[in-house]
């Protein structure tokens, strides 16, 4: 069977630049129809570099980006993070990654200990997951960003009106994607039973609460393997 572009679902984007254009582009290479509706404006908050860590912990990307002037300082840590994103931000400063895990936080904390480290320095968002407690590691976590709702437009609201498939690449942005869906004029419940859902993780997936029409889960928790399942689902998202 062969799909005609005009079948296609639309790709909505929700994840705050500079990430959301990254995506965009990549979906609009693949031939996908893309709208970008980032669900948060990333915005830096000041912190003082801590004394007694001996490595770095990173889940986001933007926990870099936002490092400010205390980056020179973080160079002389091993890094250990949480998809191939926040590495490849990492090493573009010129820190030192010496593992980049494809699951969570808990795996890139089991490398480091690992590898012998005990007290690690966990750069991370105003909102962010709290880790479990280990008897051989003491973490310091310091917030250096927040990730700040922005409202949805009625030109927004229109498009959410219609079938789609979204991309959710965190549990913070389900959170948000869903009281967008709770609160916004137009926008009830029963709209979400139109939408296919690509989440980043099976984390990211558990905190939907709303009758979306699917769920799918990324294979690996980066943009490709998303934008891959994207695309079937744009494709066969008509029936």
């Known amino acids: 069977m062969v799909i005609k572009r005009d079948m296609r679902l639309p790709l909505i984007i929700i994840r705050p630049e500079p990430g959301a254009s990254k995506t965009a582009s990549n979906a609009h290479i693949m031939g996908l129809a893309v709208v970008k509706i980032p669900s948060f404006a990333i ?8 004394k007694g860590v001996d490595s770095l912990l990173l889940g986001s990307a933007n926990a870099v980006r936002h490092a400010g002037a205390d980056l020179p300082r973080l160079k002389s840590l091993p890094v250990y993070a949480v998809g191939k994103a926040t590495a490849k931000a990492a090493q573009a400063v010129g820190l030192d990654v010496r593992f980049a895990g494809a699951t969570d936080l808990e795996e890139a904390m089991d490398a480091l200990a690992a590898d012998g480290w005990s007290k690690p320095l966990r750069l991370c968002g105003a909102q962010h997951t709290v880790l479990q407690e280990r008897v051989e590691m003491t973490v310091t976590t310091i917030i250096n960003y927040a990730a700040m709702p922005r409202s949805l437009s009625a030109e927004q609201i229109e498009i959410f009106k219609q079938p789609a498939v979204i991309l959710v690449h965190s549990a913070r942005a389900m959170q948000q994607l869903e009281t967008n869906f709770c609160d916004q004029d137009g926008l009830t419940e029963s709209i979400a039973t139109k939408h296919i859902i690509i989440a980043i993780s099976q984390r990211t997936a558990e905190y939907a ?13 980066n943009d490709s393997d998303m934008l891959k399942l994207a695309e079937k689902f744009c494709d066969t998202g008509h029936k």
Do not use: F, G, I, K
């Open 43 to 50: 915005t830096p908050m000041d912190w003082t570099m801590p």
């Open 209 to 221: 609460t709303l009758p979306w029409r699917h769920m799918a889960v990324s294979q690996s928790p």
